[in-house]
């Protein structure tokens, strides 16, 4: 069974940063495009970030291109999302997701981002 | 962007009941259309893509249908595990991939 599971969130100041991590166990993460989602009760999820299978490609939302980087390191079986310059805006649930052919087949437990001062 | 609309925000309905959620696009998307349940607690869980296929392990009871902009997620005898919100998504126009805002299933 794919599982996923995220690390890294927790509470920053307006303008900090965070790497968020997406780890894969008991199978092959770079045979994937994987995806970082977030959810918030007031906007629902929205989709933030995509990454194909060698790392050569990425795709952001415009809310966090040029603040957030999207990588992997296949050795480890790990994305990541590097966050900065981070906002209230930016409190959410993450997570990580497979990419099943631009759905979202298998989800992580998510980790929660905080922003606040 | 393509806006994802679902309808009601909330349904109330009893066990055993056959209930229709549905789901419109702002544009066309075809049949890149996939729709998603949440429990409280929980991540998001794929049940149907390409607007009718139930995604593996999905019990029967689940069935998508539509095409372009209007979609609908029907759930036949509903049992006690289907109470949750439901969520779709369309991946015609991407990026960005877009969600509905959710319809939540509850108990009458």
């Known amino acids: 069974e794919v599982q996923l599971v995220e690390s890294g969130g927790g509470l920053v100041q307006p303008g900090g940063s965070l790497r968020l991590s997406c780890a894969a166990s008991d199978f092959t993460l770079s045979s994937y495009w994987v995806h970082w989602l977030r959810q918030d009760p007031v906007k629902g999820l929205m989709w933030v970030s995509q990454?194909?299978?060698?790392?050569?490609?990425?795709t952001y939302a415009d809310s966090v291109r040029g603040r957030f980087t999207i990588s992997r390191d296949n050795a480890k079986n790990t994305v990541y999302l590097q966050m900065n310059n981070l906002g209230a805006e930016d409190t959410a649930l993450y997570y990580c997701?497979?990419?099943?052919?631009?759905?979202?087949?298998?989800w992580g437990q998510g980790t929660l981002v905080t922003v606040s001062s | 962007e393509i806006v994802m609309t679902q309808s009601p925000a909330t349904l109330s309905v009893s066990p055993g009941e056959r209930v229709t959620l549905s789901c419109r696009a702002s544009?066309?998307?075809?049949?890149?259309l996939a729709w998603y349940q949440q429990k409280p607690g929980q991540a998001p869980r794929l049940l149907i893509y390409?607007?009718?296929n139930r995604a593996t392990g999905i019990p029967i009871r689940f069935s998508g249908s539509g095409s372009g902009t209007e979609f609908t997620l029907t759930i036949n005898s509903l049992q006690s595990e289907d109470f949750a919100v439901y969520y779709c998504?369309?991946?015609?126009?991407?990026?960005?991939?877009?969600f509905g805002q959710g319809t939540k299933l509850e108990i009458k």
């Open positions: 998504q369309q991946y015609f126009n991407w990026p960005p991939y877009t």
């Open positions: 390409a607007a009718f």
């Open positions: 990454i194909n299978r060698d790392g050569s490609r990425t």
């Open positions: 544009q066309h998307v075809g049949t890149n």
């Open positions: 997701a497979t990419d099943g052919g631009a759905r979202f087949d298998n």
